[in-house]
């Protein structure tokens, strides 16, 4: 007797029910509000204005941090303050940045970049609190290396507020929902959508086998092997990306400014898609979500390796990811877009979309596209297999065989992630990642008094 749709079923009926609790949504102004969402904005706005815009101010500071300007040898961590901060971008970096802005606009039209900046920028301060406290409460393993994220610093922010069992359980419940949002199936999948509709191919075993022989030579070597390919591939893709990009824009440049008024216009009209006003600010602040992750707690668990003698001195770094991931790369895309009119009376979307609009300029662009993809896929790829680690590692030890067991298990789950008919499998992982976000913003609102009195210490301690 075979089970097999027996048990697609069920689990697909598991994942819509899981899915609809996860993104439950209410009516607003005749456009759906995730609670989620609502739930991640509300701790961006919270850490922007109690931290007095650090996000603003902390911004040239940061730059001077990554440079390197600050490098002390007596500093302890794995991996260098740009290394962590490519590692973290890594994650962020995909396709949430080509086709989640393509879906933006699809659904809320250009205005919808407005509120996805303005999202990114207050995200900036999320990122610098998460990150500052991931490396505040890391611990250092037996081997010398580091470990940290939320489900540290979840654990003692409950247990300074005399609930340490509670404290302990979402700290497990944190690291549980980030393994299995590691899976990357999704990343997989897409890569390999894009190479079969560009080249032809159509093996989608062998590609995923290939896919998880790449990922196995890279995450074999830990973190700094991971920090190692990541600190060189993210600047090459970017390059790629934004080159092709600029040139679009350039070659359209006397069109930039009614593009930002379009823009601008976009984000504040009443007769706007998807539910006026509310539905296109709902789009941009939801796509921003997806692609930066701030407060979701995943890029926290690669800061905490960074080598850094003062936390809060890598939480300046950090606050620069959603800056380069969202307020530039999606910008940029979003300016490609409107300005080819890629959007205007299509039915395409997501990637293809955003392919249409290149190649609308470059008929060879679907080919950089494609490498694009795969490079971006890549690389988030492997550094969630390092968020998984460690979560996976939180749960059962850190000792080689356990964390060697995740490993194969990982790269078995990649190999099978360009199948095609998984999409349950993917609301399945977005539901998880998006889980990750309670007791993490949670814990930053208990421990956010604490951040704030470290953050003036250490200015007083810089000047």
């Known amino acids: ?17 899981l899915s609809s609790v996860v993104f439950y949504a209410i009516p607003v102004g005749g456009a759906e509000l995730p609670m989620v969402v609502v739930w991640l904005m509300a701790g961006a706005l919270f850490s922007t204005f109690y931290l007095g815009f650090i996000n603003v101010r902390g911004f040239g500071h940061a730059l001077k941090v990554v440079s390197g300007r600050y490098k002390d040898p007596r500093q302890q961590g794995d991996i260098t303050p740009f290394q962590a901060l490519s590692t973290a971008l890594s994650g962020t970096v995909g396709t949430g940045n080509i086709a989640g802005v393509a879906v933006a606009i699809t659904l809320g039209g250009p205005g919808a970049t407005f509120w996805m900046i303005l999202a990114g920028i207050l995200g900036m301060s999320l990122k610098f609190v998460e990150c500052t406290l991931a490396v505040k409460y890391r611990h ?22 005399n609930l340490p069992r509670l404290g302990k359980a979402l700290a497990i419940f944190f690291a549980m929902a980030c393994v299995f949002g590691s899976a990357g ?17 159509d093996n989608a075993w062998l590609f995923g086998a290939i896919y998880a022989l790449l990922v196995a030579v890279v995450i074999i070597g830990g973190i700094k092997s991971i920090a190692n390919v990541t600190s060189r591939l993210v600047p090459l893709m970017c390059a790629i ?26 984000a504040f009209a009443p ?93 060879w662009f679907p080919l950089v596209l494609m490498v694009a993809l795969l490079l971006f896929g890549f690389s988030t790829v492997i ?39 998984i999409l349950a499998v993917f609301d399945f992982i977005d539901s ?20 704030k009195r470290d953050l003036k210490e250490y200015l007083r301690q810089l000047k």
């Open 241 to 266: 990306y934004l080159l092709a990009a600029l040139i679009i824009i350039g070659s359209h440049l006397d069109a930039v400014p009614a593009a930002l008024m379009t823009i601008v216009y976009g």
């Open 1 to 17: 007797m075979n089970t097999e749709p027996g048990f697609r079923h069920a689990f697909e009926w598991f994942t819509n029910q």
């Open 271 to 363: 007769e706007a898609a998807y539910g006026g006003f509310i539905g296109v600010l709902i789009q941009g602040f939801r796509r921003a979500a997806y692609s930066n992750e701030a407060g979701i707690g995943s890029s926290p668990i690669a800061h905490a390796a960074a080598q850094t003698r003062h936390p809060v001195s890598q939480g300046f770094v950090a606050l620069l990811e959603p800056f380069i991931d969202t307020v530039v790369i999606c910008t940029i895309t979003a300016l490609v877009i409107i300005l080819t009119g890629a959007y205007l009376g299509s039915d395409l979307d997501g990637v293809r979309l955003t392919s249409s609009a290149f190649a609308s300029v470059f008929d």
């Open 140 to 161: 250092q393993a037996a081997d010398g290396s580091y470990s940290g994220g939320p489900m540290y610093y979840i654990e003692v922010a409950l247990s300074k507020f």
């Open 185 to 201: 199936f999704v990343h997989v999948n897409q890569g390999y959508a894009q190479v079969k509709g560009v080249t032809g191919f």
């Open 432 to 451: 998880m990642i998006f889980l990750m976000a309670v007791p993490n913003i949670l814990a930053i609102y208990l421990l956010m008094p604490e951040v």
């Open 383 to 421: 550094s969630w297999s390092y968020y998984g680690l460690k979560s996976w590692s939180y749960i059962f030890g850190e000792t080689n065989r356990v964390q060697n067991l995740f490993k194969v298990l990982f790269c078995l789950v990649v190999s099978i992630g360009a199948v095609p008919n």
